[in-house]
């Protein structure tokens, strides 16, 4: 009898826990959407005529699409396109021969380049201080996306996660920020592994006081400019 009310203890610990944690989970993830949902919102009406301003200098830059989207693969593997202020010539996918052979091998490893010259004068700006990221906050506000989150993948990226750590990263929501941009940006390297590491770090330890860590992080890290390309 003492056997079985240990067992039917511990049963009850284990469900007890499971839902603490189901809880906890599903009020981090509420709080989490209403302010991703506010702060986007009160951002695009603050952000309004800064953003105005910045589409009109890309289009005097180089007349075009003021914006691009990307498409990304979002959480459960759900594609979407984020969106960006335009950084490239119009013309960017046949400049290619433009490269140089250390340029072109750090595309396909890194999927980003050094000294683009296929960024414009304005886009170039716009990437050091990560101002072109900001329309990022209309896939924020119709939940594409998070304020904090792992980096949204492009599918050439998911061969640089093993199968396991692929599935777990696309079980969240990507975010605009991250412990990766925010601790490392262009630090870290795919190539190294240690990119993966800091991606899946923030999967595993997700939390609001995390979050609030990563949203003050990287405000000082793009006023710093550490590791802006």
């Known amino acids: 009898m003492a056997v079985k009310n240990t067992e039917l203890s511990e049963n009850l610990y284990y469900a007890e826990t499971q839902f603490s944690k189901r809880l906890k989970t599903k009020s981090y993830l509420f709080i989490k959407r209403l302010f991703d949902f506010l702060a986007s919102l009160a951002a ?5 005529p800064l953003m105005l301003i910045l589409a009109i200098l890309v289009y005097l830059d180089d007349p075009g699409k003021v914006f691009y989207g990307h498409l990304r693969i979002g959480k459960n593997e759900k594609p979407f396109k984020v969106w960006k202020f335009r950084s490239m010539y119009m013309n960017a996918d046949k400049m290619i ?11 396909y490893t890194e999927f980003k380049i050094d000294n683009d010259p296929r960024i414009t004068k304005i886009g170039n700006f716009l990437r050091k201080t990560s101002l072109d990221e900001l329309p990022q906050l209309f896939n924020v506000l119709c939940n594409d996306m998070s304020l904090v989150g792992p980096r949204p993948l492009i599918e050439s990226e998911i061969q640089t996660y093993y199968a396991d750590m692929y599935d777990t990263l696309l079980a969240v929501k990507p975010g605009v920020t991250g412990y990766w941009q925010a601790y490392a ?15 899946m770090y923030y999967v595993h330890n997700a ?23």
């Open 185 to 199: 940006r262009n630090n870290a390297t795919y190539q190294s592994g240690e990119r993966q590491k800091m991606e």
């Open 44 to 48: 695009l009406i603050l952000l309004s």
């Open 97 to 107: 021969d433009l490269l140089t052979p250390e340029q072109a091998k750090q595309y």
């Open 207 to 229: 939390s609001l006081w995390l979050d609030i860590k990563i949203l003050f992080k990287t405000i000082g890290s793009v006023l710093k400019k550490q590791g802006a390309q």
